[in-house]
């Protein structure tokens, strides 16, 4: 009986511990895609440009709105302190008195400002969809991509530094064997205690670095909670010549395409500013409504009319000319920035290819520096322990193997990074990225 009660109770605490606990039993596993994808959503800086495009579309709404006619409705009352009564009975001025009634007024130019600017308002949506696009590919590889990989680059190190710990922790047990059977002197432990107190330090360095590393990652991607990345290894293709991503830039850059429609904007700013110089007309019909106590015999009760102007202005201080001549420069403007644009991508792809290439040939060569720098150090070592090496061979192979592992580590993930900045050059890093598996 008593096993059972204890069975019990021990099932009970453990359920409750499991009921109560605040935190996942397993952290979260994310891959850079996946990233990519919680940062469009839950980064303030990415929803705060997100309002660039709503901005813009409520612009298209006010346009729109200039086009259709405007309907008002009007009333009052006035209360007299007195009526007044002529001589012959007639009403001068009554107790009080009420008006009311609705009135429709359009406004339009000859020609055609209106449906220019609601063209231009539909232009700005397309270019504030380019520039989100521009927008968030900068983030993703800045603030994701960079962050991301610093993670993995921080975690590598501290692999490391585990490897260089246990190797010298490895080192300084023979050396103490050797020393205590006098193959060696009391400096080889020394050295060995030395080094191994320093493999301790980098440790701690590199296990803070991730930390840090992990913290950023999580602030510029919006996640809470324990979570760990999931590496994938880059597809190793041949890269394309540096003309095919020069063409892929002028076709696919968000902010090339955005300075397009800015050229077209700016030609049609002329346009509207030089509608300025023709005349307006409007209309109008309203409907009115009166009633006074006491009523006059001359009261008109109900009106209905309408009204067309012809609105012409033909001196108003050189305005207009000076907003068609401003027009015009802010159009000069767009188009040199638009070839300034297409020299900086030039030189971006050009960039981002040579680094491609560079990063790629030096990972090669490094993973050969580190072949080399294993063997040398298991050679090294084995040597050791037969008493054909002194201590300085040994720290000199392990810092060599150190250094290499760190150079490669660190080529590694230049080289993955360095191929996301040549999507980014060329404009496909957001489709890239984001596209579901």
Known sequence: MKKIVTAVMVGGIVFLLFAVRSTPLFAAEYSLEDLCRIALTRSEKLRAAEENLVIAETGHDKALSYLLPRLTAIGGVTQYSEKKISSSGSVLQPESAATWGVRVDETFSTSGRELTALEMSKRNIAKSRYDLTAVREDYLLRYVAAAYYNVLMARKSLEIADANLERLAKYRDAAEKRLRIGEVTKTALLRAEGEL???????????????????VLAENVGIEGAFSLRETQPVGEAVPELGVF?????????DLK???????????QVKYAEGAFWPSISLSGVYSAADQNPASSSLNRESIYGGIALNFPFFEGGLRKAEVAEAKARERQA????????????IEVRTGY???????GILLFLNDQLLFARENYR????QFEFGLSNSLDVMD????LVSAERKVASAQYRYRLALLRIQKAVGTLLAAVTATK
């Open 197 to 215: 107190s320093g493999a301790r330090s980098d440790r701690l360095e590199a296990q803070n670095g991730l930390e840090l590393a992990l913290a």
């Open 354 to 360: 040579l680094e491609l290439v560079t990063q790629k």
């Open 379 to 382: 050679a090294v070592e084995r």
């Open 335 to 346: 188009a040199l920035y638009y070839e300034d644009l297409k020299k900086e991508i030039v």
């Open 258 to 268: 955005s300075m397009e429609v800015q050229k077209k904007i700016a030609a049609d």
């Open 246 to 254: 020069q063409e892929r830039a002028f076709a696919a850059r968000a």
């Open 397 to 400: 192979a392990n810092t060599q």
